[in-house]
């Protein structure tokens, strides 16, 4: 993967931000997150998608059709729990 310009970067994080996705199959890198639902938090400027499975952690997956695919928000309903990660955009006070 190429690295991206500025306008490029920017491209992909209007394409994929806020967007629930899950990574295609046959990427074997990516096999611990088959059948799995994360929501892309934004796009770095490498062009890799920071990607929230609601696990505690946050990975950068490259920003691209051949490697995640969109999920409509209503098959992701109730495969991803939004408040499990601080992931939010408003997330709710701590202690």
């Known amino acids: 993967m190429r690295f991206p310009t500025?306008?490029?970067?920017?491209?992909?994080?209007?394409?994929?931000?806020?967007k629930f996705v899950r990574v295609r199959a046959g990427l074997p890198q990516y096999e611990r997150f088959a059948g799995r639902v994360g929501r892309v938090v934004t796009v770095n400027y490498g062009g890799?998608?920071?990607v929230d499975f609601a696990d505690g952690a946050w990975y950068d997956i490259p920003?691209?059709?051949?490697?995640?695919?969109?999920?409509?928000?209503?098959?992701?309903?109730?495969?991803?729990?939004?408040?499990?990660?601080?992931?939010?955009?408003?997330?709710?006070?701590q202690g």
């Open 6 to 18: 500025f306008a490029e970067a920017e491209e992909l994080k209007r394409t994929w931000t806020d």
């Open 48 to 50: 890799k998608a920071i």
């Open 63 to 93: 920003a691209l059709a051949d490697h995640l695919e969109v999920v409509p928000d209503d098959e992701a309903k109730g495969k991803f729990d939004p408040t499990a990660t601080s992931a939010q955009k408003h997330p709710a006070r």
